[in-house]
Nanobody, 116 residues
């Protein structure tokens, strides 16, 4: 079955960096686009970044452009989110996502807290 397992979250000071990882299994990773979403306290879940299969093209939400980078390692079936210049408003639970045969699959999420 499809499994997504996020890791790498934690507490970081404003201006700091974190690298999130999402290890996947149960599907042919290299054939599917992958996404990172986040849900901040009291807010709806929102798309953060997406990376295509094939050409590896990427898109980013406006609030994270220039600060976050999504990447993938098809040999390791893993997608990453490098987060730099973190701000308190980046505090959220971060989820990776794949749409496989028309259904969305999610990991359990990893908490990112940006605070001094």
């Amino acid at each position: 079955q499809v499994q997504l397992v996020e890791s790498g979250g934690g507490l970081v000071q404003p201006g700091g960096s974190l690298r999130l990882s999402c290890a996947t299994s149960g599907f042919t990773f290299r054939r599917y686009g992958m996404s990172w979403y986040r849900r901040a306290p009291g807010k709806e879940r929102e798309l953060v970044a997406r990376i295509n299969s094939g050409d590896g093209g990427t898109i980013y939400a406006d609030p994270v452009k220039g600060r976050f980078t999504i990447s993938r390692d098809n040999a390791k079936n893993t997608v990453y989110l490098q987060m730099n210049s973190l701000k308190p408003e980046d505090t959220a639970v971060y989820f990776c996502n794949v749409r496989w045969f028309g259904s969305d699959y999610w990991g359990q999420g990893t908490q990112v807290t940006v605070s001094s």
